[in-house]
């Protein structure tokens, strides 16, 4: 669903100019400031604001409080214009902040060259459904994303990938050849993922690396991301070396990694490691 049909307007644009920027509290401050002669506010399910418009000269503007709060300066710019109050729930407004975008990015972003190995699908498919299963709809984070044929691989099995990724180019490609859906992707430092999306059941991050001596502190606080916001965890590498790497960072993050070959792939996918949380829960 579009964002401009939950709040019941023709067409909307948000003040943020990326989805990276929905952290940023500069433009909660832009907004209060900037307001018009009409405002709506829509709540989630738990009478939180999880979004604040207002309707000036150009049309509406927006800005979405997902990922930030509202200031009090925010809240009573909202109420000089007697503005009208909408409900609907988080997850469902938040489908439709990834939707803009997604949108946005791939009308102004050249995608990058075609980067899929037609065989890859298939050996992603084995070592996913190897370790999981067929999926019931359930969330499943896709870390690092690219061009999303591990989303799709997510979704041919049944669950519903949450994808992101740094590279705007190779979101755009994957977004042009439908493995990635507006709805469902991101472009965020991965990194910083916790500040946008809460913890999952389930998260991948395949082909990560090459890790090394050069990359190994970036891998790092990207795979801490990844188990952060997922509570199981498979993480594909190409090389022995690097699962030492990911069983260490797991046991960080209060993780048992177990590791196995995958005889299918001999370099983006020969080691798998999943990560599950010690204890109960």
């Known amino acids: 669903m579009k964002a401009a049909a939950i709040l019941e307007v023709d067409s909307l644009a948000f003040i943020e100019p990326s989805f990276a920027a929905l952290t940023d509290p500069l433009y909660t401050d832009l907004l209060a400031t900037d307001n018009g002669e009409e ?8 009478e939180e ?13 927006a800005g979405s409080f997902l990922c930030r709060h509202p200031s009090v ?3 009573d710019a909202f109420e000089q214009v007697n503005g009208e109050i909408y409900q609907e729930d988080r997850v469902v407004w938040a489908s439709a902040v990834r939707e803009y975008f997604s949108l946005q990015l791939a009308n102004d972003m050249p995608p990058a060259m075609e980067d899929l190995n037609p065989v890859r699908k298939g050996i992603l498919t084995d070592v996913i459904a190897g370790v999981w299963g067929k999926g019931s709809g359930e969330i499943c984070i896709d870390c690092g994303c690219g061009s999303g044929v591990g989303s799709l691989v997510l979704r041919e099995l049944g669950y519903t990938p949450l994808s992101y990724d740094n590279d705007p180019t190779l979101l755009s490609l ?4 439908g493995r990635l859906l507006p709805e469902e992707t991101m472009c965020l430092d991965a990194t910083q993922v916790a500040a946008y999306t809460g913890p999952v059941s389930r998260g991948i991050g395949i082909m990560m690396g090459e890790i090394n001596t050069f990359s190994a502190d970036m891998w790092h606080l990207i795979a801490a991301g990844l188990f952060s916001v997922s509570k199981e965890t498979l993480i594909t590498v190409g090389t022995e070396p690097e699962t030492y790497l990911i069983r260490e960072w797991g046991a960080e993050a209060g993780r048992t990694v177990e590791v196995r070959e995958s005889p ?6 020969h080691w798998v490691c999943v990560a599950r949380a010690d204890g109960p829960g």
């Open 39 to 46: 405002g709506r506010m829509l709540v989630d399910e738990h």
């Open 49 to 61: 604001p999880i979004a604040v418009a207002f309707h000036e000269e150009s049309g509406w503007i």
């Open 73 to 75: 300066t925010l809240i």
């Open 174 to 177: 994957g977004l042009a050849k």
């Open 264 to 269: 299918g792939d001999a370099f983006y996918d």
